[in-house]
């Protein structure tokens, strides 16, 4: 029995999950309950602003306005139309019959997030190799607020 294209979009809502497509993306985020937040993939920000509600599958980020479910989110995050959307998630979920296909994208961050979050990462790393943590964190704060001075200056 074959499935109606309504019956395809049910099951890669309920079967796809928005966890899983940042997982594999590599995207880092921070799990608050059942919550994920992220970096906006459209806006710099000094906060993470997107929000990813594990229960229901669906995101919202507050910066760019933009929610929607798992599909909503592959448009989103890879910023291709509807119809390749649909495509490539039929393939993810597996019910695509063509083994062949092997989907290879970029994420579209801005660059400001994508280099506070390789720093966040970088940072991350060196503090938990660190012994004296506490010494180290007024350090790497001094650093940051000499850098923003020296950023921001006019």
């Known amino acids: 029995m074959t499935m109606t294209r309504e019956q395809e979009i049910e099951y890669i809502k309920q079967n796809v999950k928005i966890e899983d497509l940042i997982i594999q993306a590599g995207i880092y985020y921070r799990k608050h309950g059942k919550y994920l937040r992220l ?3 459209r806006n710099a ?16 980020d507050n910066s760019a306005r933009e ?7 592959y448009m989103y995050m ?38 506070k979050l390789e720093f966040n990462e970088l940072m991350h790393l060196y503090i938990m190799n660190t012994k004296n943590k506490t010494k180290y964190l007024k350090k790497i704060r001094k650093f940051i607020k000499d850098l923003k001075e020296e950023i921001f200056k006019e």
């Open 78 to 115: 890879y910023n291709i139309d509807y119809v390749t959307a649909i495509k490539e998630l039929r393939a993810i979920a597996g019910l695509d019959n063509n083994k062949e296909i092997k989907i290879k994208r970029q994420v579209r961050y801005n660059d400001f997030n994508k280099a």
């Open 67 to 73: 929610s929607g479910s798992v599909i909503d989110f």
């Open 45 to 60: 920000e000094k906060e993470p602003s997107l929000l990813i509600d594990t229960s229901k599958n669906a995101f919202f």
């Open 39 to 41: 970096y906006s993939l």
